[in-house]
């Protein structure tokens, strides 16, 4: 090859890069691995963690521990899926295309929205492309975001919108858990480009979104809802009942891993009005020259390879093969599958409620209704019950001290259907031993 | 025994792509009848009796109108079928320029799928997460070594999310020091994210003319180079495929001027272990696991963009940076001067698993041949197929070629009519009509992990399609026959836009 080139050696094709600048020694990296000792090493880390493989985890807080069927595995694990690249060419790549196509309508039933796109990075950058969003539709340059919603969106927004020209408006919870109406009311008598809810929000509580509905939109402000346990919404109203304008939020919860934190898959979904305005890939029906149905990604002028400057959004790779694992599972769940699973993790979770309650050191931080999970306000110091109960296999929720400062005392535990009747009595019993 | 003792391999060199068994499939949403479900749930027994603060009744939503009730087999053959439809790397060369579509080993995947990666949590406790921290630890550190950098973050999801980081680092850091500054230098070959991102940072982005040699202009940079410009975006090769020879000069009249240097290092395929891009004034630079470290590209995602810095902009890094006392691993959330959070929680972890075991399977000596093979592949395409194709800059190139249809287009065949006959030929059509300051371009990225065998397929494939524009181009305009789908009407998909299934009534 090096004679068809018309080189002598591989050197010479390096010319161009300045002598001195060229390494003349091998990186310092350790020595390759066979496959079989590659492994072995990588199982020798993989002891160093736990996860729900062997400890009974009560923790959710954006990434739940829900079943994964068999199905799925095999489905994504599709050559022809995962090794191909964003579908420029779509004589070549109308699987993945049509499985986009199909994605965006499950969006938009389960959120009951008008449209949606292929994907973003997860859930706080979909919170974030939101918002800048709305910032560009209303041209209005302060944004409130609720204390309700979960705290890593709420640092994205704020990492997002970080250029001085935003002023963003923390609307801190009420005794209720849920966003303060008045303080809201205070924020939008000062105008605003749009509000950031969540529901159900970051304590699980269900927020009725249409107290607050009514306001925003009376002061021209865009309502944008958050949410990060999609399978809610297999049992309760989408924020599209509400008059949601935009609807963002993530999508592990739809048979992707938990993974460490990612990858994950980042949700935007926005009334029709809005479409020419969404950020990111969006996949369109069409036909071919031979007037086959044919699916396409479409609306280009939004993006950065048409647009550069101009974009809606910086985003080219997005989380495909995420927004692919999400179709095959409310596919695979179908109507009634989604339904019966919204109801195991309400009913195991109030079972919990029940339970927890009865123990004398804990009691309920808000009462108002949750999905799956909820906050408990401890006697006790939350980081040292979890410490303890991990000798018991059990991992007993998520310190809420780290995010808020009024919440030192309180835990959110969660539940879904991996959690049975058995760990959870199993859980309140240890929990009744400790002190 | 009989053999067969007719050579195949030229009859295969004409006619490497053929029509293959696809089935027509309708929507999910057509199919299926009610009842049916995919997934076995559990029935759940548990008798709550009266609970108060339970759900208000109008809170409760009735059903979901576009979900399908269909069998597990049904759901299977739905995205059989549907695969099939698509061209991956694992069904055979995809030269897609700058994507670097090489081979995804499936010891990767294996490794991944680990359940104590796989099903941890990221809130779970750090002592129950050391093998992960551990990880992510070594994968900064060998990142650093490769692009001869300081300090690396592992939290943006995909080049142009690095891309985002970077600038948002800059602005932290000219925020502190109320500097004015607001424009950014880049060539008028980067690729479209580098642009949005400076905007999306609230900065201007000032186009860079490259010279007649398709690299920076060393005299442009002067002219443009004043106090108001945050810094200067280059990619490393660049996206016509040549070393930027003049980064070391560029980098100098930069620093002077108290601007930075941003190396888009999408292209790193052509580097590793040949430079470290640190050494050549760099002071930020991101590099895709998904193109250079091997994870695959999932049809759109997810990737991984990390970001690597010198030391002096460490403090503006996002948080947590994970770090090491002793032989415990730490997340770190304590950075006043960081710029926050990019991302939820740590980045793409279980694709950082994927480049964790790449690049210990391969070793120094190995990603250095890696590199060195890609050069070798892309500047043995290049010399070719520039009988055939028109070569705007001829002179050796790094990891990927550029060509134009400049001799084509007296034939009235243009960039695409090439791109979609090559799919007639069996092979993925390279990146087209970019970059931009090429007229009609055709970017060829081989990689390293093809074989002379398949390149030469390629190259025979372009040179029939070459000759065909001559001899019969209303055939070649006619393509792609043997896909699923002919050439597809994209005016009318952005003019009537149908974005989802919806039913007849």
Redesign the interface.
Known sequence: ??E????DN?G???????GK???DK??????????LE??K???????????????N?F?G???Y?HFI?S?MK??V???????????Y????????L??M??F???M???LGMD??N??L?????AAAESV?MALRINKQDRIAVSSTI?P??R??I???C????TEIVDIPFDERGMTDLEKLKEALQKGLSCAVLQSPNFFGI?E?LREYEKLIHESNALLIVAFSEPIA??????PG?FEADICCG?GQSLGI????????LGILTAKEAY?RNIPG??????????G?D?Y?L????R?????????R??????????A?MAT?Y????????????A??N???A??A??KLREIGWIDLRF?????NEFVLKLKHKPEEV??KL?DRKI?AG?SLGRFYDDLKDSLLVSFT?MNT?EDIDNFTACLNELY | MNCIDTPMTEKIMNDFGIKTLAINEPLIFEQGSAGRTAFSLPEETIDLGKIDGSLPDDLIRDSIDCLPEISEVELIRHFTRMSQWNYGVDTGFYPLGSCTMKYNPKLNEEAASLPGFARSHPYQPESLSQGSMRLLWELEQYLCEIAGMDRCTLQPAAGAHGELCAMMMMRAKLAEKKSPRHKVLIPDTAHGTNPASVAMCGFKAVPLKSNREGIIDIDSVKSLMDEDVVAIMATNPNTLGLFEKNIVAVSDIVHKKGGYVYCDGANMNALMGKVKVGELGVDLVHLNLHKTFSTPHGGGGPGAGPLLVKQSLAPYLPVPVVEKNNERFVFNYDLPQSIGKLKSFYGNFLICVRAYTYILSMGAEGLRKASETAVVNANYIRSKLKKYYHLPYDDSCMHECVFTDKKQKQHGVSTLDIAKRLIDHGFHPPTVYFPLVVDGALMIEPTETESKESIDRFINAMINIAKEAKENPEELKRSPQKSKITRVDEVTAARNPILKWCTSK
């Open positions: 090859m090096l068809e080139i018309g080189v591989i010479d094709l390096f010319k161009t890069v300045p600048y060229l390494l091998e990186l310092n990296l350790p020595s390759p691995l066979s496959e590659l492994m090493h990588m199982k020798e880390l993989n002891e160093k963690n736990a996860s729900a493989a062997d400890f985890f923790l807080g954006g990434v521990n069927p199905v095999y489905i694990s599709r050559p022809e899926f995962y090794t191909s690249y964003t579908p060419q779509p004589e070549v790549s109308q699987g993945t049509q499985a196509f199909e965006q309508t499950l938009c039933g389960l449209a949606s292929a994907s990075y997860d859930g706080a950058s800048l979960h890593d969106y640092r994205v704020r990492t997002y970080d250029n001085g020209n269900v009725d919404f297999g049992l309760l109203r989408p009942d993530e891993l938990p993974g460490f934190g990612g990858p994950h479409v890939r969006i996949v369109g029906r069409t036909r071919d020259e031979d086959r044919a396409v479409t609306l280009t002028a993006e950065q390879h048409i647009r550069r400057e101009k974009a959004s910086n985003v080219c790779t997005n989380q495909g093969l995420c692919l095959v409310l596919e695979g769940l179908g109507k009634s599958g989604i339904k019966k699973l109801h195991i309400h009913k195991r109030e079972y409620k029940g009462s108002s209704p949750t999905f979890l410490e991990l991992v998520l259907e009747k």
